[in-house]
């Protein structure tokens, strides 16, 4: 009978230890069922590599399993037709990273990007050095920034002591510039002024006229007359003085070496402050400068992508918690900054450390300079509908080098004010015939 009790009591014991591990096992499945998640990006490059890198991080590191996939979307410069393509075509989209030549607008009006608006409470908006204001439409926020970085001028402080040119400075113009790459331009010895030097006519005519947009943001003012005296004296410098080390007037005739910035035959280059590790590298005496100051301002070129959650997402929940570890979270962002896929975008002092300490203090000071005067440039979208287009119709005005200013030409002359104000017009009817009636139609959700 004793051991009967005992065997019951034993019986009893094993099957409350099955309850147990059934109810314990229940309630764990939420927390490990598999999440897969979609990145859709125009990029294919080291920023999708440095991105992925961080993403990691975070899935290893979460409480959930989550998987996570980066499909590219074909880059043919039409971004907009693309995502609808894209949004058409059945595929599984959670997050969008959005790049800085579209504008929130028309994501929001096109129903490409999901309202954040139920996810406020769970985000610190005041921490951001950028104004938020330019990723919302009609009041509500539909993408965070992700990915800031600035075209800079980098240059070879050996080329510039050997031939005992000053330095460049924050403060310095154009007509300094010029000097300097004309100084620097020695074709019998195959030292040429500036590499790719056809990013600056996007900025010389609002340095000059002190803006780029007017104040509705929906059209260019580059055609007024103090924008196109500093088109013109930029055009004249590759023209005449011929700083890139082109052989003619124009680019018919190509270069009179194809010298690289890497093996010292170049004394400046423009790329993002993302190259900036490789520079180091390549160049141990290496400068950096902001872009110069015209009559008006400084002004440099931006690049400012964000992320955004598709309305077509499943697993919006999770979708957010990945968006804010890489936008807003202190963890997600230090991770990116060290990596130098992007600058900081909160104001934060042990990011703002951490920053210095990539970049260095006389960098880092150089950045903090560039990222205060800034604001106003192509690669701010101003939230007005119709800009991807524009600036499709806009940029090879200025960097085409077979028909651009840059090519040498282009005359920026009254031809090229009506130009302009062609694009302004077509945009102002782009507006009335195709996005004004979306806004009528939009529910905003």
């Known amino acids: 009978?004793?051991?009967?009790?005992?065997?019951?009591?034993?019986?009893?014991?094993?099957?409350?230890?099955?309850?147990?591990?059934?109810?314990?096992?229940?309630?764990?499945?939420?927390?490990t069922k598999s999440v897969d998640l979609v990145i859709h990006?125009?990029?294919?490059?080291?920023?999708?590599?440095?991105?992925?890198?961080v993403v990691e991080h975070y899935t290893a590191n979460s409480n959930k399993e989550i998987h996570v996939r980066f499909e590219t979307i074909p880059d043919d410069f039409d971004r907009l037709g693309q995502l609808e393509a894209l949004y058409k075509s059945g595929e599984q989209v959670d997050l969008i990273w959005v790049p800085g030549t579209i504008s929130h607008s028309e994501l929001a009006l096109r129903g490409y990007a999901d309202s954040l608006s139920h996810?406020?409470?769970?985000?610190?908006?005041?921490?951001?050095?950028?104004?938020?204001?330019?990723?919302?439409?009609?009041?509500?926020?539909?993408?965070?920034?992700?990915?800031?970085?600035?075209?800079?001028i980098y240059y070879?402080?050996?080329?510039?002591?050997?031939?005992?040119?000053?330095?460049?400075?924050?403060?310095?113009?154009?007509?300094?510039?010029?000097?300097?790459?004309?100084?620097?331009?020695?074709?019998?010895?195959?030292?040429i002024g500036i590499q790719h030097g056809s990013s600056l006519f996007y900025t010389v005519g609002g340095a000059y006229a002190g803006a780029t947009f007017d104040e509705s943001g929906g059209r260019l003012v580059l055609n007024s007359e103090d924008?196109?005296?500093?088109?013109?004296?930029?055009?004249?410098?590759?023209?005449?003085?011929?700083?890139?080390?082109?052989?003619?007037?124009?680019?018919?005739?190509?270069?009179?070496?194809?010298?690289?910035?890497?093996?010292?035959?170049?004394?400046?280059?423009?790329?993002?402050?993302?190259?900036?590790?490789?520079?180091?590298?390549?160049?141990?005496?290496?400068?950096?400068?902001?872009?110069?100051?015209?009559?008006?301002?400084?002004?440099?070129?931006s690049e400012l992508d964000s992320m955004a959650i598709s309305p077509l997402s499943e697993h919006k929940e999770e979708a957010f918690d990945l968006l804010r570890y890489l936008t807003s979270d202190i963890e997600g962002v230090s991770l990116l900054v060290q990596s130098g896929f992007t600058l900081p975008l909160l104001r934060d002092e042990q990011l703002y450390a951490e920053?210095?300490?990539?970049?260095?203090?006389?960098?880092?000071?150089?950045?903090?300079?560039?990222?205060?005067?800034?604001?106003?440039?192509?690669?701010?979208?101003?939230?007005?509908?119709?800009?991807?287009?524009?600036?499709?119709?806009?940029?090879?005005?200025?960097?085409?080098?077979?028909?651009?200013?840059?090519s040498g030409l282009l005359e920026p002359d009254e031809q090229f004010a009506n130009m302009i104000e062609t694009i302004n017009l077509e945009w102002e009817l782009e507006r009335v015939n195709e996005w004004e009636p979306l806004y009528d139609q939009w529910d905003g959700n």
Not at 41 to 53: Q, T
Not at 163 to 179: F, N
Request: proline residues 6%; glycine residues 6%; aromatic residues 16%.
């Open 1 to 31: 009978m004793k051991l009967k009790w005992c065997m019951d009591s034993l019986f009893l014991l094993w099957i409350w230890f099955v309850l147990i591990a059934a109810g314990c096992s229940t309630e764990a499945d939420p927390e």
């Open 41 to 53: 990006s125009f990029y294919s490059d080291h920023r999708v590599e440095m991105l992925k890198d």
């Open 119 to 152: 996810y406020m409470a769970n985000l610190n908006l005041a921490d951001y050095y950028i104004d938020l204001s330019r990723f919302e439409f009609a009041g509500q926020l539909y993408a965070l920034p992700l990915r800031w970085t600035e075209y800079v």
């Open 156 to 191: 070879n402080k050996d080329v510039f002591d050997r031939y005992q040119v000053p330095y460049p400075h924050h403060e310095w113009t154009y007509e300094e510039l010029a000097e300097a790459a004309s100084r620097l331009t020695i074709p019998e010895e195959g030292i």
């Open 227 to 301: 924008a196109l005296a500093g088109i013109r004296f930029l055009v004249d410098q590759f023209r005449y003085n011929k700083i890139d080390g082109r052989i003619g007037e124009d680019l018919s005739q190509g270069f009179i070496a194809e010298p690289e910035f890497f093996d010292g035959h170049v004394a400046m280059t423009v790329s993002t402050t993302t190259a900036h590790r490789a520079m180091t590298e390549h160049v141990p005496h290496l400068g950096m400068a902001p872009f110069p100051r015209g009559d008006a301002q400084q002004l440099g070129l």
């Open 355 to 406: 920053w210095h300490q990539f970049y260095g203090d006389e960098y880092a000071d150089t950045i903090q300079f560039i990222l205060q005067n800034n604001e106003h440039n192509f690669g701010f979208p101003p939230p007005v509908p119709g800009y991807s287009n524009m600036l499709m119709k806009a940029a090879p005005l200025f960097i085409d080098p077979q028909q651009g200013l840059y």
